[in-house]
């Protein structure tokens, strides 16, 4: 089993910045993939952005040049960098493992 605690949410005037972390625990972790998905109202979830067990960072084009993925592996954490933030960055955050285990979401809302 693999449990995923996402934190750092919250409310960000357009333009400003907000870093995510996925804290990783359980038995059954081990270094692979992780990623960030979001899912904003009547919309279905979508990659935002994700990072190999190594480090290399795939991103969304939606947010290529603005968020940044980073990994701690001794401290089996994920974060999200998140700059200019944009209203259309207002979602429910999700951290995955492998795309398999999904922490419960933390809130963005990009708003003035």
């Known amino acids: 089993q693999v449990q995923l605690v996402e934190s750092g949410g919250g409310s960000v005037q357009p333009g400003g910045s907000l870093t995510l972390t996925c804290a990783a625990s359980?038995?059954?972790?081990?270094?692979?993939?992780m990623g960030w998905y979001r899912q904003a109202p009547g919309k279905q979830r979508e990659l935002v952005a994700s990072i190999s067990s190594f480090g290399t960072p795939n991103y969304a084009d939606s947010v290529k040049g603005r968020f940044t993925i980073s990994r701690d592996n001794a401290k089996n954490t994920v974060y999200l960098q998140m700059n200019d933030a944009k209203p259309e960055d207002t979602a429910v955050y999700f951290c995955?493992?492998?795309?398999?285990?999904w922490g419960q979401g933390t809130q963005v809302t990009v708003s003035s």
């Open positions: 995955t493992y492998r795309d398999t285990y």
């Open positions: 359980g038995s059954g972790f081990r270094i692979a993939p």
